[in-house]
């Protein structure tokens, strides 16, 4: 790792089912997930064209926007948890109906943390608020808007001397740069008629910066079943102007039906040694489910790779040469954490150790981000819940240097992961290495009755966890 966080969450879209909600009366549920086997991966294809870009850009520049003077949250000092964690009191009294912090970037001036806040009840994470968090020191940390237009931040990046932040805004994808983290340019994508699109992750290279996600398309009926999701990848050299990739490995755009088109959508993207790997879940054209693993790999030229299982993939992280593709198992009654592992992008075999439930109930074990502890190995943290509930708590793997990857579930200890029988539910969504720390970010979940009818919902509070002590084992 370069110090960069540049994967992601599975956080909102398709696959963290609380946020399916994608436009209006636009809804996608992923259902009868199957369990995971290794599958033979797919050869290179033998005719790999190059990378073609549309000829204009498809991007509309939002005036520079600078937040208002923030408040800054001090912590006390905790005492250590299970293996040195800590969970730093909450950031401010606010809660929010969403999951506030999604991911964590270094940058030269210490931590740069994004997400949202979803204050309507409806809790449409397209008209809410973008945040960004910052922090010198792991501990100290201040919430500053980016800007006043409505959005959601999946994913944040350093590189190139920029802050790249990527989501939505409205029915569109959007982007937010930075050069020093408090001055920042909105920038959207604007989508075609009938359609939403979505940033979910955002890697640096030494060119510019890719950005992944999707592109949803329905007909006049606005009928679910028939809403048609494609894979899309973005490229800019700056952060301003975004160009959409066309290319043959991924759906053709806009709407088809399910009998002439699929399903695809990408959630994490990381840069390697040998070239870009992307990963989501996608279809065949005219079946709809099963969403089949899926990797999209850019090296001489592009290539897609189908793993032929039916997962929650959340991100995939890279170091060492080797790419982990991440998530969870399958989706109900119970599920595992599940990771998936290669040296080269076209062969992928499943990783193994201790993917199961424990403590009080089997329950639900997602992986939500992997990072690469330097002197240590790998590090994976997501939630073990009971059943698609707000009880439940976060969950953290580790893993040695390299294949195959074997990894063990480090010991829960409910005063810093939370309790896994009882609210609030802990959630761990996005972590990277500082200088001798982890820093993890997500939230923790509360029920909360939000109208006359007696709906529940949930209000999540801004959580920070923090490992010291990072490679003197």
Avoid at 127 to 150: C, F, H, I, K, M
């Amino acid at each position: 790792m370069e110090g960069t966080n540049a994967r992601r969450i599975d956080l909102a879209g398709a696959l963290i089912r609380r946020n399916r909600l994608t436009a209006a009366a636009v809804i996608v549920a992923i259902v009868s997930l199957v369990s995971c086997s290794t599958s033979p991966a797919e050869d290179p294809p033998a005719d790999e064209s190059t990378t073609t870009l549309p000829e204009s850009p498809t991007t509309t520049a939002i005036s520079t926007t600078t937040g208002p003077p923030p408040s800054s949250t001090t912590a006390p000092e905790p005492g250590p948890g299970a293996e040195g964690w800590t969970l730093l009191p909450s950031l401010g009294d606010d809660t929010y109906t969403d999951f506030p912090i999604r991911a964590v970037a270094t940058w030269p001036d210490g931590l740069m943390a994004a997400g949202v806040a979803v204050t309507d009840q409806s809790g449409d994470a397209a008209e809410a608020q973008p945040l960004v968090w910052t922090s010198a020191d792991g501990t100290e940390w201040t919430q500053a808007n980016l800007g006043t237009r409505p959005g959601e931040v999946n994913d944040i990046v350093w590189g190139n001397d920029t802050l790249i932040a990527v989501g939505g805004s409205g029915n569109d994808a959007a982007a937010w740069l930075s050069a020093d983290g408090f001055e920042w340019d909105q920038v959207i994508l604007p989508s075609p008629e009938r359609t939403f699109a979505r940033m979910k992750s955002v890697v640096a290279v030494g060119e510019g910066f890719y950005a992944a996600g999707f592109e949803s398309s329905w007909p006049d009926t606005v009928d679910w079943e028939e809403t048609d999701f494609d894979a899309t990848v973005w490229f800019s050299t700056d952060g301003l102007e975004w160009e959409r990739i066309e290319h043959p490995v991924f759906d053709e755009r806009g709407f088809q039906e399910w009998a002439d088109g699929g399903y695809s959508e990408i959630i994490g993207a990381a840069a390697t040694e040998w070239g870009l790997v992307f990963a989501g879940s996608s279809s065949e054209p005219g079946t709809g489910y099963p969403h089949n693993t899926t990797v999209w790999v850019l090296r001489d030229g592009w290539g897609r790779v189908n793993l032929g299982t039916d997962d929650q993939i959340r991100g995939v992280s890279e170091a060492e040469g080797v790419a982990v593709v991440y998530g969870s198992s399958e989706a109900s009654p119970s599920a595992d954490a599940v990771f998936y592992v290669s040296s080269d992008g076209y062969n992928w075999r499943l990783a193994g150790g201790h993917l199961t439930g424990i403590g009080a109930h089997d329950g639900l074990q997602f992986v939500n981000d992997v990072v690469y502890v330097p002197g240590e190995g790998w590090l994976a943290v997501g939630t073990d819940e009971k059943d698609f509930s707000t009880i439940g708590g976060a969950a953290v793997w580790t893993a040695p240097p390299g294949l195959p990857l074997e990894w063990t579930r480090l010991a829960h200890d409910a005063g810093v992961f939370g309790d896994l029988t009882q609210n609030p539910l802990e959630t761990m969504l996005g972590a990277n290495v500082w200088e001798e720390s982890v820093i993890v970010v997500g939230g923790q979940a509360r029920n909360v009755d939000l109208g006359e009818d007696g709906s529940m919902c949930c209000e999540y509070v801004p959580s920070i966890w923090v490992r010291e002590g990072v490679g003197r084992r």
